[in-house]
């Protein structure tokens, strides 16, 4: 079976810092993997997808980026926190080509001070 | 564009008193719609993918139908541990990405 992991659980950063939230997939080959943020009554919001190494798609210019080094390793990141990156991550999978059902990762917090 | 609404944003119940969600939505050949729960502070956790008018998903008290314009979830005699936010998702055309729902935060009372 397939299961998916996202570090850490819960991240309080300072403005201006950097920032490195990693999700890993078990059990399956070449998924699709997906970022999105999630905001209090505003719904899923999508960051960035990819759908095989090094192939990143950005749905929302912003202070972020993603990168896929290996098949079932996806990471965002920020050179420099704003406090409007605070938020809930989301990691989620599907497989690939045919798309369809998404699986969540648990989540990460992040706080932005 | 593919459209998504949910309503009620919110529903509270008595244990035992059984209702629906709704999901309403706008798709271009719909390829999947999806219902999942959340937890607070969780990830969300995969429920029923359905495919085609007519069809019908169950687990345990919940029960997924699906029209051409609209999914319901039925909730029959539910328990305080039903309590969550029920999201759906629709997808469509040669998208891989699916468009949610803003949710339905559901209290069922003890």
């Known amino acids: 079976s397939q299961t998916i992991h996202q570090w850490p659980a819960t991240l309080v950063q300072p403005v201006g810092s950097p920032l490195s939230l990693e999700c890993t997939v078990e059990g399956t080959s070449n998924p699709n993997l997906y970022w999105y943020r999630q905001a209090a009554g505003r719904g899923l919001q999508l960051l960035f997808y990819?759908?095989?190494?090094?192939?990143i798609s950005s749905e929302v210019p912003q202070n972020l980026s993603a990168s896929r080094p290996q098949d079932r390793q996806f990471i965002l990141s920020s050179k420099k926190l704003l406090l409007s990156d605070s938020g809930f991550y989301l990691c989620?999978?599907?497989?690939?080509?045919?798309?369809?059902?998404?699986?969540f990762g648990p989540g990460t917090r992040l706080l932005v001070l | 564009e593919d459209q998504v609404t949910q309503s009620p944003e919110a529903l509270r119940l008595q244990e035992g008193e059984s209702s629906s969600l709704n999901c309403s939505y706008t798709?271009?050949?719909?390829?999947?719609l999806f219902w999942y729960r959340q937890d607070p502070g969780k990830g969300p956790e995969f429920l029923f993918t359905l495919y085609s008018a007519g069809e019908e998903k169950e687990k345990e008290r919940l029960k997924a139908t699906l029209t051409k314009k609209e999914s319901f979830l039925h909730i029959t005699a539910p328990k305080p541990e039903d309590s969550a936010t029920y999201l759906c998702?629709?997808?469509?055309?040669?998208?891989?990405?699916?468009?949610f729902g803003r949710g339905t935060s559901l209290i069922v009372h003890p």
């Open positions: 798709v271009s050949g719909l390829r999947g």
């Open positions: 998702a629709v997808l469509g055309g040669g998208s891989y990405i699916p468009t």
């Open positions: 990819s759908v095989g190494i090094g192939q």
């Open positions: 989620a999978w599907s497989f690939g080509l045919a798309g369809e059902t998404q699986y």
